[in-house]
């Protein structure tokens, strides 16, 4: 099963932008869908974006249309979320996922594995 880390989070004032990476090792990352998922504190672990294993296929929430980028490096086995525009309702802990299921649309529970999250702040 694949094991992710997630790095680049931290403070940014609103408006600003962050770049989030996530290392995948063991398992084969080339084959998984892969996602970017945040949670705040009191609320749900929520889907933000989603990338088809040949990196051509994304999608996101409507929340963060148009401001956040996914990509994905299949040779460096690594993931990115680049946000821009950020706004003070984006502050949560961001968590890095993995599924094997062949799909942009992806829940919680379609998820294999879990990075253990970057904490993003955006300070209005």
């Known amino acids: 099963q694949v094991q992710l880390v997630e790095s680049g989070g931290g403070l940014v004032q609103a408006g600003g932008s962050l770049r989030l990476s996530c290392a995948a090792s063991?398992?084969?990352?080339?084959?998984?869908?892969m996602a970017w998922f945040r949670q705040a504190p009191g609320k749900e672990r929520q889907f933000v974006a989603a990338?088809?294993?040949?990196?051509?296929?994304?999608s996101y929430a409507d929340s963060v249309k148009g401001r956040f980028t996914i990509s994905r490096d299949n040779a460096k086995n690594t993931v990115y979320l680049q946000m821009n525009s950020l706004k003070p309702e984006d502050t949560a802990n961001y968590y890095c996922?993995?599924?094997?299921?062949?799909?942009?649309?992806?829940?919680?529970?379609?998820?294999?594995?879990w990075g253990q999250g970057t904490q993003v702040t955006v300070s209005s």
């Open positions: 990338i088809l294993w040949s990196g051509g296929t994304t």
């Open positions: 996922a993995a599924s094997t299921l062949g799909s942009i649309r992806l829940s919680v529970r379609d998820i294999d594995s």
């Open positions: 063991r398992g084969t990352f080339s084959s998984y869908t």
